[in-house]
């Protein structure tokens, strides 16, 4: 039987009422039996994040707080003590931190909170830690999630997407933007987050910083932002015609995202684009093959932050295949497998001759951050299907 809209009103009145309850009994215990209102202030501590009806968790709030004031100086010791101190910490983390984002006071409350946690044991300290867990996981994202705004942040510059998520892995090989206590994961030379964007000096004020550390989007938003600007940099050469869906032709301004500078002279074995083309040729699968010739065909030398030409041309060229929206027309070339689901471990079909077909769906990406193609859904011969962005011409 399904319950009725009178007994789901009940069922969600028992949380509210239940630290109601406990509130009031810990009002009653702080004459009578003080020994017993840490068992009491338990209740509320474990249980108010669950009452979800605002109106009546800001009212508990409330009376948690004039609970907390009652109660005289000589009874917080122990647990009670800490129980007391917690409580309107977790209350600021609660608002302070969101889906994927952090705040710079965070990092102090968690460490606060997890010391605090230490007087408690067993089922009371997995209680405390679940309330914990639950508001931290606000800041996790997956790897599908970070792709998904990498190539959302790609498109809205007309940046190629294989570029920017092979720029985030290079930067940031595990995709963090936030430490467990919820600061921001900073690199040795103060880079920060997903995009390891760096202030260019202590009074930079080109981005709201505070935002580029505790906002996942913006950090990303940003690092797309700052590489496009290096597109249009003159002082850079050109690469072939200097076409934007083209991936090649972003040599240079990837290398800019990092430094124009001796160390990343194309060819040295070290240079920063090259990092990212690796990533590009091996885990966006442009080639379907690993990387082996460098990219740029001419050999390049620098003066400083000058170069020996002002063009030069590669030894491979292709454009995006990540740009496609639903309903565009595309090829599927002749070996393509069509998948079952977004996973290359799923059931396939394979393609005998190229096909070509519209696609039923814009880019998706998948749970593997290593993987750096994307895929579509298309429909063949009246069945759906996915097919990853490399098996599309």
Same mark, same amino acid.
């Given at each position: 039987?399904?319950?009725?809209?009178?007994?789901?009103?009940? *069922? *969600?009145?028992?949380?509210?009422?239940?630290?109601k309850?406990?509130?009031l009994?810990a009002?009653?215990?702080?004459?009578?039996?003080?020994?017993?209102?840490?068992?009491?202030?338990?209740?509320?501590?474990?249980?108010?994040?669950q009452?979800?009806?605002s109106?009546?968790?800001?009212q508990?709030?409330?009376?948690t707080?004039?609970?907390?004031?009652?109660?005289p100086?000589?009874?917080?010791?122990?647990?009670?003590?800490a129980?007391?101190?917690?409580?309107?910490?977790?209350?600021q983390?609660?608002?302070l931190?969101?889906?994927?984002k952090?705040? *710079?006071?965070?990092?102090?409350?968690?460490s606060s909170?997890t010391?605090?946690?230490?007087?408690?044991?067993?089922?009371?300290q997995?209680?405390?830690?679940?309330r914990?867990?639950?508001?931290?996981?606000?800041?996790?994202?997956?790897?599908?999630?970070?792709?998904?705004?990498?190539?959302?942040?790609?498109?809205?510059?007309?940046?190629?997407?294989?570029?920017?998520?092979?720029i985030?892995?290079t930067e940031?090989?595990?995709l963090?933007?936030?430490?467990?206590?919820?600061?921001?994961?900073?690199?040795l030379?103060?880079?920060?987050?997903?995009?390891?964007?760096?202030?260019?000096?202590?009074?930079?004020?080109?981005?709201?910083?505070n935002?580029v550390?505790y906002?996942?989007?913006?950090n990303?938003?940003?690092?797309?932002?700052i590489?496009?600007?290096?597109?249009?940099?003159?002082?850079?050469?050109?690469?072939?015609?200097q076409n934007?869906?083209?991936?090649?032709?972003?040599?240079?301004?990837?290398?800019?995202?990092?430094?124009?500078?001796q160390?990343?002279?194309?060819?040295?074995?070290?240079?920063y684009?090259d990092?990212?083309?690796?990533?590009?040729?091996?885990d966006?699968?442009?080639?379907?093959d690993?990387?082996?010739?460098?990219?740029?065909k001419?050999?390049?030398?620098?003066?400083?932050?000058?170069?020996?030409?002002a063009s030069?041309?590669?030894?491979?060229q292709?454009?995006?295949?990540q740009?496609?929206q639903?309903?565009d027309?595309?090829t599927?070339?002749?070996g393509?497998r069509?998948?079952?689901?977004?996973?290359t471990?799923?059931?396939?079909?394979t393609?005998?001759?190229?096909?070509?077909?519209?696609?039923?769906?814009?880019?998706?990406?998948?749970?593997?951050?290593?993987?750096?193609?994307c895929w579509?859904?298309?429909?063949?011969?009246?069945?759906?299907?996915y097919?990853?962005s490399?098996?599309?011409?």
């Amino acid at each position: 039987m399904y319950p009725s809209p009178a007994e789901k009103d009940l *069922a *969600a009145l028992a949380t509210p009422v239940k630290v109601k309850n406990a509130i009031l009994s810990a009002e009653g215990l702080i004459k009578n039996s003080p020994s017993k209102l840490a068992d009491q202030y338990k209740i509320i501590v474990f249980n108010m994040d669950q009452v979800t009806q605002s109106s009546y968790k800001d009212q508990l709030k409330k009376d948690t707080a004039f609970l907390a004031a009652s109660i005289p100086s000589t009874y917080k010791t122990g647990q009670l003590a800490a129980l007391i101190q917690m409580e309107p910490q977790f209350e600021q983390l609660d608002g302070l931190v969101s889906k994927w984002k952090s705040d *710079a006071l965070v990092p102090g409350i968690y460490s606060s909170i997890t010391s605090e946690m230490k007087s408690f044991s067993g089922t009371d300290q997995s209680n405390l830690q679940k309330r914990l867990s639950d508001i931290m996981d606000r800041l996790k994202a997956s790897p599908a999630d970070i792709k998904n705004m990498l190539d959302l942040a790609a498109r809205k510059y007309g940046i190629p997407p294989e570029i920017v998520k092979s720029i985030a892995l290079t930067e940031n090989g595990s995709l963090t933007q936030f430490t467990s206590s919820g600061d921001v994961f900073t690199s040795l030379d103060s880079g920060y987050g997903i995009m390891q964007v760096t202030p260019l000096s202590p009074s930079d004020s080109s981005y709201d910083w505070n935002r580029v550390k505790y906002d996942l989007q913006y950090n990303i938003e940003t690092g797309v932002q700052i590489l496009k600007e290096k597109w249009g940099y003159k002082s850079l050469p050109t690469v072939n015609h200097q076409n934007i869906n083209s991936l090649e032709d972003w040599y240079f301004a990837v290398m800019a995202y990092n430094s124009v500078s001796q160390v990343n002279t194309p060819g040295n074995g070290k240079a920063y684009q090259d990092k990212v083309y690796r990533y590009l040729f091996n885990d966006a699968l442009i080639e379907g093959d690993t990387f082996t010739k460098p990219v740029i065909k001419e050999p390049v030398t620098m003066n400083g932050t000058q170069f020996n030409a002002a063009s030069y041309t590669t030894n491979y060229q292709h454009v995006s295949t990540q740009m496609h929206q639903t309903g565009d027309k595309v090829t599927l070339l002749k070996g393509a497998r069509l998948r079952q689901s977004t996973s290359t471990n799923a059931q396939y079909i394979t393609l005998s001759v190229s096909q070509q077909v519209s696609l039923a769906s814009g880019p998706i990406e998948d749970n593997t951050p290593s993987n750096l193609y994307c895929w579509y859904k298309v429909l063949y011969n009246g069945k759906s299907y996915y097919v990853a962005s490399i098996n599309i011409q």
